[in-house]
């Protein structure tokens, strides 16, 4: 028993060195970003001497972080309402209805996942373009949907299978239309995974770099992680204001985290279990 | 076991019909070429691209009063949207829009790496009867000129060879020197005296790329003078260079900073600033960062020696962003204002300064920095050539090819076969 | 039974249309311009069969040299990150205490965007770990994290795990908790050492967790892009370059050889199938058996 007892503390000290390993570049970053320059070259680990609160003023200015937080929430909500409502009706139907036709169409979905984004990147270009939707934070959102959709169908279609059918059979006996059955009776039942879900998509797209860059011209129009890329592409290297852009784009990401922790974890369990 | 077999062969069947279906797909993707919606009358827009973000309040001014402009004289509500993207992420984004139909009406391109390739893809506009074309300085026309066509309006003109730091060298009594052998007795005495002779800066691929264009700007203009038209038919090697080319390179980076690959120009810029070294093999284009990092260091432009011929050690005079118009701009009259605006009598003296940017035009009466004078005392006596025309891809080359050689990766001859390689490509392109 | 069809298509319809122009053209469109030479700037272009496929694999050093990088990438990462997903998922699982506090710090990073990460890192190493080196005397820290190829490989190994083994811990995680309690305790109590009933009990009661986790990392790891642009871009020179950042040069900074780099990216596409295939394959087939 002894042993089990030390053995438990040993995995705890084991466990604590790995965390901090793990926490220290967070930690540093968020330390330095309060600190001038030539006190971070002087003393990169100490406390700060005074809050340097004019790092973060001047990241607010330099980067336009308040429109580019505007944008960006902008293109994660609609982005995320999009891939939640399309992706639960085509879910739930092809988990729910048996046979050869769905079975292909689940694995189409599926089997899109494996392609690489980068082999896509310019006929994207081209097709959305097409489509007027170049250009836009709006048209960015579409472009997230028709890229999304097929993870979040099959997190969907696995959590449907949990689902008994007696619930849907009664209510069609009970003369419910089928897409009044799904709005009243089904979507509130999928309510865990959706939340699961639009956690994980609205990480994907909150901290997605390509797409924007690709698609976002206009600085006005720029998402958080363009306007903090910009910074790290200007000339001059100030540590002390990449540092402070970089905790601000981090920080909403850090607060959804705190929130909604339990949905992320079952989300990442749930999606590798039913795989 | 059929769990599996299940799931191979669906995403067997999906990806053969991915594929197969490719073939039908071919002919539409050509015609989709999309129409832009036209905007309401009396509303414009008007898309510019320069990737120059460090520059966006001088930009920002400048279109503020352009849009004034427009609206006071033909009514006209313009909008502009401004694209500024990083410089190096700058080609594969007006790539992509290119690619997609969605050209800006005006963009900028590098006058002597970009325009030829743009310019026979049918990208850019002749713009020779602009009024703008008459301001133009001749010595830089020719620059922007291709076919005895003007094609772009030019703003940034480089006069560059290295920087050094003015008080190092008066304090030591040292002179920029004139052949590669008062080159080592200069490294010599700032050595013997603390100081890191050259700055280095190796983390991005535009420093060592510019120890290229150094070396054949030389070899073509005295020892070697038809190397380039030689390379642009097969015929030519950079063997025939590889005793300049490596004597500079290894002299520089031997006499130089550590860890020169995690050092990027923008912190390279700082330590030269702060007089921890005496020289840096790059151009005045830095001179902004350097003095906002130390308002009171005194920069000086010279020649880089690159062998004992001190005819060799010249300037190297080139063209580089440039605007142009764009073939496909459904806002022509308002792209062609926009181009002569830079260049308007009123404005171009307030433009050109606030960027710090040396004089092109006639009209150009600011007063310039003592290192573009230093510069021009150079071209004046002559010593100074027109910036080697030579394919992108093989500048590009250079500088990740030079990379690994200083890393150890790879050996001169290495380099050497790299770059033909790389030319011979781009000669398969370009024919 | 047509009733069954139509409402399937109306549910399925509106993700499909989505999913099938944003996704499915443009991916035909890859493999379409991968038989032609447009160049990206070229108003016009020509097929050429299977030329771009041929010069890739015989005429390319640079391509087979990012496929080498990327494949020691791909097996270090597959390797290195399940172990120590597994090994933290193991020990968190042990303990009785603060199991949450640590799942929390250890999947904290996952959160932050890898070029983010990247940047954070690029920070850790020019600046932070060289002070640490000359105050702690660790001087291994001072080392040139993305100048030197050989250091540069393992900078990206590292912001790679650092951002990833969260996730993979989460779902390891998951699967041991989904072992019966009463089973280990039952062949503990038969005298099996705790290592023992680890290996015997455990781990092939979560082999489909191993198979996720496989698939995951492989898949990850032959994309891998945003680290290596964040962190070295590819250098020194190309010493550093991955496939996706091969066909990202061809496509835009080289010769804007576009049809070709498509080529590249058909072939990346398929080693990620083949790899991930066998994978997966074998992987089932073991679980079944177990």
Redesign the interface.
């Known amino acids: 028993m002894r042993t089990a007892r030390l053995?438990?503390s040993v995995?705890?000290i084991?466990?604590s060195l790995?965390?901090i390993v793990?926490?220290f570049?967070?930690y540093?970053?968020v330390l330095?970003s309060f600190k001038t320059e030539k006190e971070?070259?002087s003393s990169?680990?100490s406390l700060p001497s005074t809050l340097q609160i004019e790092n973060y003023s001047q990241a607010l200015q330099k980067t336009q972080l308040l429109s580019s937080l505007g944008n960006t929430v902008i293109v994660s909500v609609l982005g995320i309402a999009?891939i939640l409502?399309?992706?639960a009706?085509?879910g739930?139907?092809?988990s729910r209805?048996p046979g050869k036709?769905?079975?292909?169409?689940f694995?189409?979905?599926?089997?899109?996942m494996?392609?690489?984004?980068?082999?896509?990147?310019?006929?994207?270009?081209?097709?959305?373009?097409?489509?007027?939707l170049?250009?836009s934070i709006y048209g960015l959102a579409?472009?997230y949907?028709?890229?999304g959709?097929?993870m979040a169908?099959f997190l969907f279609h696995g959590f449907v299978k949990s689902i008994p059918r007696e619930l849907e059979e009664s209510a069609s006996m009970d003369g419910c239309g089928?897409?009044r059955t799904?709005t009243t009776i089904i979507l509130p039942l999928l309510l865990p995974i959706t939340v699961t879900v639009g956690i994980l998509k609205f990480?994907w797209i909150?901290?997605?770099?390509?797409l924007p860059?690709?698609m976002i011209?206009?600085?006005n129009d720029y998402t958080l992680?363009l306007s903090?890329?910009?910074l790290?592409?200007?000339?001059?290297?100030e540590?002390s204001l990449?540092?402070a852009a970089?905790v601000l784009?981090?920080i909403p990401?850090?607060i959804?985290?705190a929130i909604f922790?339990k949905f992320?974890?079952a989300g990442?369990?749930e999606g590798?279990?039913k795989? | 076991m059929k769990k599996s077999l299940n799931i191979l062969l669906s995403t067997v069947v999906a990806v053969l019909l991915l594929a197969g279906c490719a073939a039908n797909k071919a002919e539409n993707t050509g015609n989709q070429a999309s129409e832009v919606t036209k905007a309401a009358p009396k509303e414009e827009t008007l898309k510019i691209f320069i990737p120059q973000p460090q520059f966006k309040e001088q930009y920002d001014k400048f279109v503020a009063d352009f849009v004034a402009k427009v609206k006071a004289e033909k009514n006209i509500d313009v909008k502009v949207q401004m694209e500024m993207p990083p410089n190096d992420q700058a080609p594969q984004i007006l790539k992509t829009r290119l690619a997609a139909n969605d050209v800006p009406d005006v963009f900028a391109l590098h006058a002597i790496n970009d325009l030829p390739t743009y310019y026979k893809a049918g990208y850019v506009e002749d713009l020779s009867n602009q009024p703008f074309v008459e301001k133009i300085l001749d010595s830089v026309k020719s620059a922007v000129t291709i076919e005895d066509k003007v094609l772009a309006v030019p703003l940034e003109t480089l006069n560059w060879g290295y920087l050094y730091n003015k008080k190092i060298f008066a304090d030591l009594g040292l002179e920029p020197p004139a052949t590669v052998t008062e080159m080592k007795a200069v490294i010599e005495t700032l050595k013997k005296n603390d100081i890191t002779p050259f700055q280095l800066t190796y983390k991005e691929v535009s420093p060592p790329q510019l120890f290229n264009s150094l070396t054949i700007g030389a070899m073509v203009n005295t020892d070697n003078q038809d190397f380039i038209d030689r390379m642009n038919s097969d015929k030519g090697s950079y063997e025939e260079i590889k005793t300049e080319l490596f004597g500079i390179f290894d002299l520089v980076s031997a006499n130089g900073n550590d860890r020169a690959l995690e050092v990027s120009p923008a912190d390279g810029a700082a330590a030269f600033a702060q007089g921890e070294t005496a020289m840096w093999v790059m151009g005045p284009w830095y001179a902004d960062t350097i003095l906002k990092s130390n308002p009171d260091i005194q920069i000086g432009v010279a020649p880089l020696p690159i062998n004992d011929n001190p005819n060799a050690t010249m300037i190297n005079m080139s063209v580089s962003t440039s605007l142009v118009v764009a073939t496909d701009s459904k806002n022509k009259e308002l792209a062609y204002d926009f181009v002569n605006f830079v260049l308007d009598d009123n404005e171009t003296n307030d433009l050109y300064k606030s960027l710090k940017f040396n004089p092109i035009a006639k009209n150009h009466t600011f007063e310039t920095y003592p290192w573009v004078n230093d510069a021009l005392d150079y071209i004046k006596e002559g010593k100074a050539y027109k910036d080697p025309s030579m394919p992108p891809a093989v500048k590009a080359e250079v500088g990740k090819l030079l990379q690994a050689y200083y890393s150890n990766s790879i050996s001169q001859d290495d380099v050497i076969s790299g770059l033909d390689r790389a030319w011979k490509n781009a000669n398969k392109i370009n024919n | 039974m047509k009733n069954k069809y139509l409402a399937l298509l109306a549910f399925v319809a509106p993700a499909f249309i989505a999913y099938f122009v944003m996704l499915v053209i443009p991916t035909l469109g890859g493999f379409y311009y991968s038989f032609t030479d447009w160049n990206g700037l070229a108003k016009s272009y020509h097929f050429i069969g299977l030329d771009n496929f041929v010069e890739a694999v015989t005429d390319d050093p640079d391509f087979i040299h990012s496929i080498s990088f990327t494949l020691k990438h791909v097996i270090f990462m597959v390797i290195a990150q399940n172990v120590i997903a597994l090994l933290l998922a193991i020990l968190i699982e042990s303990q009785r205490k603060m199991k949450g506090f640590f799942r929390t710090i250890f999947f904290m990073p996952n959160m932050v965007s890898l070029i983010i990460s990247s940047f954070i890192w690029t920070f850790m190493f020019s600046q932070v770990l060289p002070q640490l080196a000359v105050k702690t005397g660790w001087l291994f820290l001072n080392q040139e994290w993305s100048g030197n190829p050989k250091a540069a490989f393992f900078s990206i190994a590292i912001v790679s795990l650092w951002q990833g083994v969260g996730y993979m811990m989460i779902i390891y995680l998951a699967a041991l908790q989904g072992v019966p309690q009463s089973l280990r305790e039952a062949a503990i109590i038969d005298g099996a050492s705790p290592v023992k009933s680890l290996v015997h009990i455990t781990l092939p009661m979560i082999t489909h967790a191993f198979t996720i986790c496989f698939f995951l990392t492989l898949n990850s790891a032959f994309k891998v892009f945003d680290v290596v642009y964040g962190l070295t871009g590819g250098g020194p020179g190309r010493e550093t370059q991955v496939i996706t950042l091969n066909i990202f040069e061809e496509a835009f900074s080289n010769n804007f050889r576009y049809g070709y780099a498509s080529a590249k990216s058909v072939l990346l596409f398929a080693m990620i199938m083949l790899f991930t295939f066998v994978q997966v394959f074998v992987m089932k087939k073991r679980e079944v058996e177990a």
Do not use: C, R
Request: glycine share 6%; net charge positive.
């Open positions: 053995g438990s995995i705890t084991v466990l790995f965390a793990s926490f570049p967070l540093v970053t330095n971070m070259f990169i680990l999009g409502l399309f992706a009706m085509a739930y139907k092809l209805t036709l769905s079975n292909f169409i694995f189409l979905f599926i089997a899109s494996l392609v690489p984004f980068h082999s896509i990147m310019i006929p994207l270009v081209k097709t959305t373009k097409t489509l007027s170049q250009g579409v472009i949907i028709g890229l959709v097929n169908i089928q897409f799904f990480l909150w901290n997605d770099f390509l860059l690709l011209q206009d600085t992680i903090t890329n910009k790290f592409g200007e000339y001059t290297k540590w990449i540092l970089l784009t981090a990401v850090v959804i985290y922790q992320i974890v990442i369990a590798a279990v795989g």
